[in-house]
């Protein structure tokens, strides 16, 4: 028996309508929500994920501003930019496209960004608000995206048993956070974890984020279980591939998201989610 495929479209279009409907209240109100997209440089993949998010914020209402700058700018500069955003009323979103140049600090970059206008939850005050349940800022965006999913298909967290593969700032820990915020029990397993087949098989749900392909075999597998694969992989074919070993889990468990099509497919309408929340909660402050 296959498993229920969890298909991210669906749950995208849910949470876009709900964008629109409160995108078209704020307007209406004198307030046009507005992302600015920062982006240094013409690699390839930040020009694709730009194309998709102009795309979505144009059938969504939501305005986008482009804030093209070159590769080789001045750290000091670009902070000074990012300073300029953080200053202008209009623009209730700030998206800086990362990875940056070597000769950036990263760090320095994220933590310019003024927290109300962290859509894409990268600064320290983001993610002291996932932990701490109050503050200013927003939750990564993927990191939400998987429980945005788990709600829409209706999987209970309450009680059940989680275990999330991966630790990072961004996926892993935020995940997590989220998953006991429902009161599921959460493991973390990483690269350490000892008898982590024994872990997964013991979890009612699992999120893969190890960046790994086919990291998790039918070994991690049991019936009866929801698997969330965050992982964007490319195979020796070039195929675009999750975390998770999907020709093996499927026969397995009873839900599980696809690589693509899954996690992936709702981050983008999260993002505007939270442009347009930033625009409702904070509005025209600077």
């Known amino acids: 028996m296959s498993a229920n495929i969890l298909k991210g479209a669906a749950v995208a279009a849910a949470l876009n309508e709900k964008t629109i409907e409160k995108c078209n209240f704020l307007k209406a109100k004198g307030t046009e929500p ?22 979505r914020c144009e ?13 080789d700018m001045d750290e000091n500069e670009l902070i000074n930019e990012i300073e300029r955003l953080n200053g202008d009323k209009s623009i209730h979103g700030i998206l800086v496209f990362m990875p940056l140049p070597a000769h950036i600090n990263e760090k320095k ?36 995206a998987v429980m945005e999913i788990l709600k829409f298909y209706g999987v209970e967290m309450a009680g059940k048993k989680a275990a999330v593969f991966g630790r990072s700032l961004v996926i892993g820990k935020p995940a997590a ?38 990291a998790l075999g039918k070994e991690y597998f049991r019936r009866g279980q929801t698997v969330i694969d965050v992982g964007i992989n490319f195979n020796a074919e070039g195929k675009m591939c999750g975390d998770v070993d999907f020709s093996a889990a499927e026969g397995i468990v009873s839900a599980i998201t696809p690589v693509p099509g899954g996690v992936g497919a709702v981050t983008t309408a999260v993002l505007l989610k939270h442009t347009v929340e930033a625009a409702e909660k904070y509005g025209d402050k600077s």
């Open 34 to 55: 507005c992302l600015a997209i920062v982006r240094l440089g013409n690699r390839g993949d930040d020009i694709a994920y730009e194309k998709g998010i102009l795309k």
């Open 59 to 71: 059938a969504l209402g939501v305005k986008a501003e482009r804030i093209l700058l070159p590769e």
């Open 109 to 144: 970059v994220r933590e310019a960004i003024a927290p109300h206008k962290d859509v894409d939850g990268v600064t320290s005050s983001s993610a002291a608000a996932v932990y701490t349940g109050s503050g200013v800022g927003f939750c990564p965006c993927t990191a939400d």
């Open 177 to 214: 956070m989220l998953l006991m915020e429902q009161n599921a029990t959460v493991t973390i397993c990483h690269s350490r974890s000892a008898e982590p087949e024994k872990i997964a098989q013991d979890a009612d749900i699992i999120v893969a984020a190890v960046g790994k392909a086919a």
